[in-house]
T-cell receptor, first 110, second 115 residues
C-alpha cells in the first residue's frame, strides 16, 4: 500500500524563523512530489512541486528531494503568521492520482 | 493553471437523501479526481473519472453509493447517495493542470453535513 507519512504537528515557529516540514513515502516508483498549503475551511493550494533530487527554490519556499532516502521536505524561510496552515505532502507516478499525507499543522507565532 | 468551479459550496442534508456535486473546468482535461476530506483528516481519493468510460473507484468506495458522471472533458458530477451522518465531509474535485509545474488543482470544495 502506498503511504505518505508526515508529522501531524502542530509545529510552532516564531515569526521570521525557518519552518522545516518533512515527509517520507513508501512507493519507490514515485516520480512527482508536491507540497500543498491548506487553510482551515479552504481547499488545498499547490505551493511547490519537485521531480528530481536536490533543492528547488521559489521565493521563501525551498523543496528538497532525496529519492534514495524516500524523503521530501519543505523549508519556509522568514516565516510569517500568514503561513500558519496545514501543509500536505503528496506524491504520485505519472498521471496517477495524488496520494496525500495527513498533513502537518504549522503555527507561526508573532 | 486550470480553474475549477465547484458547487454547491456547502449543504445540510437529511439522512437517506442524495446530493449531487458539480465541477466545471475551464479547459479540457482527460481525468478528473474526486476526493473526500473528513474532519481533521487528509484527502482520500474516492474515484477517477474519465470521459466516455466508467469511473474507477478506490477500495472502500462503490458506484452505488458514489455514482459519478463525466459527460464531457470539462464537467463531472459526484452524487452522494442514501446519506448518513458518516458522509459528513468536504468533497473536492481535482484535475491535473498543464504548465511548467504540472500540479493538480482543486475545486473550492463542498462542505456536506448530514443530519
Amino acid at each position: 500500500q502506498k503511504e505518505v507519512e508526515q508529522n501531524s504537528g502542530p509545529l510552532s515557529v516564531p515569526e521570521g524563523a525557518i519552518a522545516s516540514l518533512n515527509c517520507t513515502y513508501s512507493d519507490r516508483g514515485s516520480q512527482s512530489f508536491f507540497w500543498y498549503r491548506q487553510y482551515s475551511g479552504k481547499s488545498p493550494e499547490l505551493i511547490m512541486s519537485i521531480y528530481s533530487n536536490g533543492d528547488k527554490e521559489d521565493g521563501r519556499f525551498t523543496a528538497q528531494l532525496n529519492k534514495a532516502s524516500q524523503y521530501v521536505s519543505l523549508l519556509i524561510r522568514d516565516s510569517q503568521p500568514s503561513d500558519s496552515a496545514t501543509y500536505l505532502c503528496a506524491v504520485n507516478r505519472g498521471n496517477t492520482p495524488l496520494v496525500f499525507g495527513k498533513g502537518t499543522r504549522l503555527s507561526v507565532i508573532a | 493553471s486550470a480553474v475549477i468551479s465547484q458547487k454547491p459550496s456547502r449543504d445540510i442534508c437529511q439522512r437517506g437523501t442524495s446530493l449531487t456535486i458539480q465541477c466545471q473546468v475551464d479547459s479540457q482535461v482527460t481525468m478528473m479526481f474526486w476526493y473526500r476530506q473528513q474532519p481533521g483528516q487528509s484527502l482520500t481519493l474516492i474515484a477517477t473519472a474519465n470521459q466516455g468510460s466508467e469511473a474507477t473507484y478506490e477500495s472502500g468506495f462503490v458506484i452505488d453509493k458514489f455514482p459519478i458522471s463525466r459527460p464531457n472533458l470539462t464537467f463531472s458530477t459526484l452524487t452522494v447517495s442514501n446519506m448518513s451522518p458518516e458522509d459528513s465531509s468536504i468533497y473536492l474535485c481535482s484535475v491535473r493542470t498543464r504548465g511548467s509545474d504540472y500540479g493538480y488543482t482543486f475545486g473550492s470544495g463542498t462542505r456536506l453535513t448530514v443530519v
